[in-house]
């Protein structure tokens, strides 16, 4: 497995080339299409990520998949670059790199919300709006369940966690009944 910054090397390279010719979006959807093919398929990921194999018989499999995919050809070269180097069983790590990028340069932020309950798409919705507000960015929410938390919610964009749980407020409570407030 190739370390974090070697991933985030290869991210920034295709997404320069991106930017440059005005593809980044579709470079960025092709290589999450072949991230998932690879995460769906271990088996198949496993031999053309495994250098035991010889190059030529591994270059042959990707050489098949990508004449049967409709990905860009910056990204079929990308992908036979990323076999050549040895650098192919990180195409996940690469794929969370490169949407970050692609998300710093759409001014998009990601909000992970943990909820006890389901959200109503108006509250996702109005949540949206207070977070991109509150960041001045488009922010995409993904929401989680946690029963756990009795009740509330906590929201994390980045760094920044928003907790208003029941849980948090009790655990609040039972700290300040410890220090005798």
Do not use: W
């Amino acid at each position: 497995m190739i370390g974090s910054k070697v991933s985030k090397r290869y991210a920034k390279a295709l997404l320069s080339l991106g930017q440059e010719d005005g593809n980044f979006e579709q470079y960025g959807r092709d290589l999450q299409d072949f991230s998932r093919f690879c995460e769906d398929h271990p088996d198949v990921k496993g031999v053309i990520a495994n250098p035991v194999f010889p190059v030529e018989e591994r270059r042959k499999i990707l050489r098949t998949l990508l004449e049967k995919s409709a990905y860009a050809d910056v990204v079929k070269n990308f992908l036979n670059l990323l076999l050549d180097k040895n650098r192919i069983g990180a195409i996940q790590q690469i794929t969370v790199h490169y949407e970050r990028l692609m998300d710093e340069l759409s001014n998009i932020a990601r909000a992970e919300i943990v909820t006890s309950r389901p959200l109503k798409e108006e509250a996702q919705t109005s949540l949206e709006k207070v977070l991109g507000d509150l960041t001045s960015k488009t922010v995409k929410i993904e929401v989680k369940e946690d029963e756990s938390l009795i009740g509330g919610i906590v929201v994390r964009i980045g760094d920044l966690v928003l907790d208003g749980s029941v849980k948090a407020q009790l655990a609040g409570i039972n700290e300040s009944l410890k220090r005798g407030e």
